[in-house]
């Protein structure tokens, strides 16, 4: 499948070492599987300035890596105004998260700004912040973001490809 312009998305939590990371390499390779990594654009970033040039959380690599997801060569980053103008889609861990991208959202902004939760079949409107908890929670986390990722790209193929 190809088109001129790619699809652009773009996963934010707090810090970008935990679970925004988590989101891009899982998404990343649930596009690849798909065959749609000339399509569609992908990356992540955090609301706070905490982590910004750090690899992700070690626990986070470690549970990512048992399911076959690469992340080692990523690194945080904070968003930023420009991020509104260059992604389509901009997806918020948290309603915290949420909240934050809201205030900086300029008014010519071209992303749509949703809860990465949104319309996924769980219970759960937000993935649990897993930085101070135990390895459970990221494993919680993967489970959510491989469910929303799946959801995602069918949305995606659905109204652009
Ligand atoms: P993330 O997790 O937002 O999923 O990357 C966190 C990472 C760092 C902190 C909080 C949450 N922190 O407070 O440093």
Do not use: W
């Not at 070492?17 to 990343?28: D, G, L, Y």
């Not at 060569?73 to 309603?95: G, S």
């Not at 809860?115 to 993935?127: H, I, P, S, W």
């Amino acid at each position: 499948m190809t088109r001129k312009d790619k699809i652009k998305v773009l996963f934010v939590c707090l810090g970008n070492i935990c679970r925004s990371p988590s989101a891009q390499a899982v998404f990343t390779q649930k596009v690849q599987h798909a065959g749609l990594e000339d399509c569609i654009e992908i990356d992540s970033a955090g609301t706070a300035a905490y982590h910004i040039g750090k690899a992700p959380d070690a626990r986070a690599m470690a549970a990512a890596k048992a399911r076959g997801y690469s992340m080692e060569q990523l690194r945080a980053r904070q968003v930023k105004v420009d991020d509104f103008h260059h992604f389509d889609y901009i997806l918020a861990m948290d309603f915290a998260n949420q909240g934050d991208l809201q205030e900086l959202q300029p008014n010519d902004s071209r992303a749509h700004l949703s809860l990465m939760l949104d319309g996924v079949a769980t219970d759960l409107n937000e993935v649990p912040d897993p930085y101070y908890g135990g390895d459970a929670g990221f494993e919680t986390v993967l489970d959510l973001l491989e469910q929303a990722s799946d959801q995602l790209i069918e949305t995606i193929q659905r109204d652009h490809l």
